[in-house]
């Protein structure tokens, strides 16, 4: 079974520039969840989505924003990027239910995007 | 506000020595907690631990969880070089939400 894919693997982009990232669960996952990764740093959370909609959101600007498609693959784009962008960019699928049952709740990393905004 | 605090920050051992790895966290509606193996990209998982007191084992690693003391504790025993890497702690709160420690960067010399 294919796990999680991301997609650009590297991205070099200048200040000010948009970005899209994207990522495909684990066949059968419905909850896709981003998190940045800056270096020396535990991942923070971005975003999640279930079963299409958003269902958290973590502490950055509006200038993140995020999508979940009807086949659960899911796209986080960022608007005028800034240095500080610069990251490890990190998605990560979990099978999960509307009761949120910790044993579902075990999440599952694709290899992330790395970023540099220059 | 919610946190996992990771330590040491750094270890730095020899092959064949018994390593601990500290994590405590103040999360509300705090649901699991699990430790991730990370050596370039993406996390691997290794243990997800939602009841206190219960051991779980995979070779030489081992965690247990304190949900009184709100602290968990990774453990390898007999370290090998393949064990170098950063050790990250994570707790599951709300829906699903994960928030991460620092890290243990972890490296294990011949």
């Known amino acids: 079974d294919a796990g999680v894919t991301q997609s650009p693997t590297h991205l070099i982009k200048t200040r000010g520039q948009q970005v899209t990232l994207r990522c495909s669960p684990i066949?059968?996952?419905?909850?896709v969840s981003w998190y940045q990764q800056v270096l020396g740093q535990g991942p923070q959370f971005i975003f999640q989505?279930?079963?299409?909609?958003?269902?958290g959101r973590g502490n950055f600007p509006d200038r993140f924003s995020a999508r979940q498609f009807p086949n659960y693959s899911s796209e986080l784009n960022v608007n005028a990027l800034l240095l500080g962008d610069s990251a490890l960019y990190l998605c990560?699928?979990?099978?999960?239910?509307?009761?949120?049952?910790?044993?579902?709740?075990?999440?599952?990393f694709g290899p992330g995007t790395r970023l540099t905004v220059l | 506000e919610d946190k996992v605090v990771q330590s040491p920050l750094s270890l730095v051992v020899h092959e064949g020595d018994t390593v601990t790895l500290n994590c405590s966290y103040e999360v509300t509606n705090f649901r699991s907690l699990l430790w991730y193996k990370q050596e370039k990209k993406a996390p691997t998982f290794l243990f997800m631990l939602t009841s206190s007191g219960i051991e779980k084992k995979s070779g030489r690693l081992s965690s247990i969880l304190d949900k009184k003391e709100l602290f968990s504790i990774l453990n390898i025993t007999a370290t090998q070089t393949g064990d170098s890497a950063v050790y990250l702690c994570a707790v599951i709160y709300y829906t699903d939400k994960l928030i991460f420690g620092t890290g243990t960067r972890l490296q294990v010399f011949p």
């Open positions: 990560a699928s979990s099978f999960s239910t509307a009761d949120l049952r910790p044993s579902n709740s075990e999440q599952f």
């Open positions: 989505y279930y079963e299409k909609e958003e269902r």
């Open positions: 066949s059968g996952h419905k909850s």
